[in-house]
């Protein structure tokens, strides 16, 4: 592949993860209404009123995020081969970011056929069974923050060794990357609680955790995009130069006769 194209492909890569979060903007937080979702404490026939409300924009809005997924995919795959020229000859820290961006990106896409199903029949299914899979839905999208940490740690792990002049990723990032990690604890509230900052609509338990992942992960894109453009643009002069050097004797020869 030339080295314009490869350089297409890898920019590519980079810009899906801003892509991924166009989409949860418009389909998660805005057409699905998670920027305020039904709370925890609601009774099922509350609840199952919610979805019945809304359907459509539910269905249509989690069917752009499962959409969203598969650019997300890509991005890891694309921070994975950068974490790996980081990391040298051992692949594990880059390969277990690139495991933990999987898990993420199964985790999303499984909660939102749960989310589409809940609303699929709201109205007229018992409300027990909406309840049963709004709940797991949310449990695989807030307590799945165990994939998002490790992909965020692993990322920390390789970048804080990264002792270039010009490094993937400024050091106080990382270590906020590190420290981001940990703070996504606070998503597994959802699991003990319905009611408070810990829940899955309180600032804890859903606000925090999703500032904490979108600013890592747009972070790492802008990143990643600059370290793409500076080893292209790189390679680019190394074969200018190789070439000028190899024309230099056929122009002298070309004289001398």
């Avoid at 069917?63 to 790996?84: D, K, R």
């Avoid at 002049?165 to 990690?181: E, K, M």
Wanted: hydrophobic share 55%.
């Amino acid at each position: 592949m030339s080295e314009r194209w490869s350089e297409r492909y890898e920019l590519f890569g980079a810009w899906c993860a801003p892509i991924f979060t166009l989409l949860t903007a418009i389909g998660f937080l805005g057409l699905s209404h998670m920027y305020d979702p039904a709370a925890a404490h609601l009774s099922p026939v509350e609840l199952s009123a919610f979805y019945a409300d809304r359907h459509v924009a539910v269905e249509v809005g989690m069917s752009l995020l499962c959409v969203g997924t598969a650019f997300l995919a890509i991005f890891s795959v694309q921070l994975g081969i950068e974490l790996w020229r980081i990391e040298g000859r051992s692949i594990l820290m880059s390969a277990s970011q690139a495991l933990g961006g999987f898990g993420v990106v199964m985790l999303i896409f499984i909660s939102c056929c749960l989310w589409i199903g809940a609303a699929y029949r709201a109205g007229n299914a018992d409300p027990d069974v909406t309840v049963a899979l709004n709940d797991a839905a949310w449990f695989g999208f807030l307590v799945g923050w165990v994939m998002l940490a490790l992909q965020m740690a692993t990322t920390a792990a390789i970048t804080l060794h990264d002792k270039r002049a010009d490094p993937l990723v400024p050091r106080w990032f990382s270590w906020a990357a590190a420290v981001g990690a940990v703070l996504l604890v606070t998503a597994n509230g959802c699991a003990v609680t319905k009611t408070g900052p810990f829940a899955w609509d309180g600032v804890l338990g859903y606000y925090l955790p999703m500032a904490i992942w979108g600013t890592w992960l747009d972070g790492h894109a802008v990143l990643v995009r600059r370290a793409v453009r500076a080893r292209h643009a790189a390679a680019v002069t190394v074969s200018d130069a190789a070439s000028s050097a190899t024309d230099e004797p056929r122009v002298a020869a070309h004289a001398g006769l």
